[in-house]
């Protein structure tokens, strides 16, 4: 959700507790950066202050491979390394791994790791970390979304201490960037159960920050890591402050209580223009990779039937949002691709605001209104659900009303129901106990969608918690991530999303602009295909403009 330095794992589609997940994907040649203050003299690099960030949501977890919300993975990424990463290009790139040789086939990928890291606590990190993590990832009893990729490895073996390899059976894709993911201490986790590890809530890694605090609900706390092997950070400590309500967030923003959030379209537009945003912040806008979508609960007999589905997508009017709640700074979602990449198919099945074909589908489906009471009903039973959403983000509130007032339209009840970010996610979403959601997806640089959308992901905790399953999808992504041809994998893609269209488990609403905004003593930040968070330890406040101490 929030702030990460381009270590978040390519295997890992993430739940977004606001609107995007940050600035760190997706800039485009439309990129628009609004630079006031930091552009005044660079100043010189050095080494001090705190930045301190908004988020809206708390952290579940911080072992990646056991949360699936952004907030969590936002901490994590700042203080766990993968193997590989993505650069500011959006190529691949050593993290622990210096280099690494695949052989001709694709099927054997051998890891030559940085000699001489070490973990937080002064341990050596060796190759028999990553073997733990995989081990522990793939094991029935971890609690994890992100085994999938995992379960595709053939053989995963320790040539010695710095060599790692695996080998697969059959071409996949995703390999490489896989292993992206974050590598867990073997000698603090093996032998134990990791369900109940203290690591959840005080993390050991190799990254550039240590964890030095996290007090539930108010703020997370870390510092620099001074023997970071690739340089101590020049920014000393980071601090995550919850604040659930983007209002008040804005009033510390403005007060100068954080340094950076993201902002709604309604402050990017209107409340930021003013000469003391201008002279002391420095806004960004790009389109991001995520989108925000209304997703039912397949499970439900009343989403059962693929007319009534489509009947809604047709009620809600999706450029109301974009124009009316966005304030235009946004795109149409088709599905789960962002437009202008390689796997989007701009060729699906679009479903305009048309309430007349919206009755006639729910019609076609039996519902009709017998009673005169301006409700649907089938069966002696009313057309009412309840859409959940989470508290915070003004935008997804503002578009459930939307979406109330247009299926009141069409005959359907729809009641609204706000649920603080951790219950929403681990007692509602999780255990599948809802009508429809409301929710976005941070997603992947690789279009591979099988944590989402694969039938075998539906079980609990895991992402497809829509319960979504068809047998084509199943086997078109199972052949997209099974083939190294980009050709013949988007053709997989652009049936899927063909299908998906058709069949509307979601309606996919929109792809929204992120808008960071950071404030401009804080120097170093370089725009970016990937975004902005890829050189975050390169980032600093000139000496005569640090304003704030980390005690350690």
């Not at 304030?327 to 060729?347: F, R």
Request: contains cysteine.
């Amino acid at each position: 959700m929030m702030h990460t330095p381009s270590k978040r794992p390519a295997m890992q589609i993430i739940l977004s507790a606001i609107i995007i997940a940050l600035a760190l994907f997706g800039c485009t040649k439309e990129n628009a950066t609004d630079q006031g203050a930091a552009q005044k003299g660079a100043g010189t690099p050095a080494y001090g202050d705190i930045m301190v960030e908004g988020s809206i949501g708390d952290a579940s977890n911080l072992i990646p491979i056991l949360s699936s919300d952004s907030t969590s993975h936002s901490v994590a990424s700042m203080i766990y390394n993968g193997l590989v990463k993505y650069d500011k290009d959006m190529k691949i790139t050593g993290d622990l791994a210096e280099s690494w040789d695949i052989s001709p086939n694709g099927l054997v990928i051998t890891f030559h790791l940085r000699k001489g890291v070490k973990w937080q606590d002064g341990k050596p990190f060796t190759a028999d970390d990553i073997l733990y993590t995989y081990q522990v990832t793939i094991d029935p009893k971890t609690p994890t979304a992100y085994a999938g990729d995992f379960l595709k490895v053939k053989k995963a073996e320790v040539l010695d201490l710095h060599t790692f390899r695996v080998t697969y059976d059959k071409p996949f894709a995703p390999a490489l960037m896989s292993w992206g993911s974050a590598i867990m201490p073997r000698h603090l986790l093996a032998g134990k159960d990791i369900t109940t590890s203290p690591l959840s809530r005080n993390p050991v890694g190799t990254g550039p920050y240590l964890f030095k605090e996290w007090v539930t609900g108010q703020k997370i706390v870390l510092a620099s890591n001074p023997d970071y092997f690739e340089g101590r950070p020049y920014i000393d400590g980071y601090i995550m402050r919850i604040i659930p309500d983007m209002a008040t967030m804005f009033l510390e923003l403005r007060a100068g209580g954080i340094d950076r959030m993201n902002l709604t379209p309604l402050q990017y537009t209107r409340q930021t223009e003013t000469p003391l945003f201008r002279n002391n912040y420095n806004k960004y806008r790009y389109l991001s990779f995520s989108y925000v979508y209304l997703g039912y609960n397949l499970k439900n007999p009343l989403f059962a039937d693929q007319r009534v589905r489509q009947a809604i997508s047709c009620a809600i009017n999706k450029e109301e949002m974009i124009q009316g709640v966005l304030l235009g700074l946004g795109e149409e979602a088709t599905g789960p691709y962002k437009p202008g990449t390689w796997a989007y198919n701009p060729d699906v099945k679009k479903y305009p605001h048309d309430p007349q074909k919206a009755k006639a589908l729910l019609a076609e489906a039996g519902w009709k209104d017998t009673d005169g009471d301006g409700v649907l009903d089938k069966n002696g039973r009313p057309f009412e659900f309840e859409i959940i959403t989470n508290q915070g983000n003004e935008v997804r509130g503002k578009c459930a009303e939307i979406i109330q007032k247009r299926l009141a339209d069409a005959g359907i009840k729809v009641k609204i129901r706000v649920l603080e970010w951790a219950a929403f996610v681990n007692d509602f979403i999780n255990k599948k106990k809802f009508d429809a959601t409301i929710l976005g997806w941070t997603v992947p640089l690789d279009p591979d969608i099988y944590d989402v959308w694969h039938s075998s992901k539906t079980g609990p905790g895991e992402l497809n918690f829509i319960s979504y399953k068809n047998r084509e999808v199943d086997d078109l992504i199972e052949k997209g991530r099974s083939t190294f041809d980009q050709r013949q994998r988007k053709k997989y893609y652009d049936r899927v999303q063909e299908i998906l269209a058709e069949e509307q488990p979601y309606t996919f609403l929109f792809v929204p602009d992120a808008l960071p905004i950071i404030h401009g003593r804080i120097r170093g930040i370089e725009v970016a295909p990937l975004g902005i968070g890829h050189n975050f330890i390169k980032w600093y406040v000139p000496k005569e403009q640090q304003k704030l101490t980390m005690t350690r």
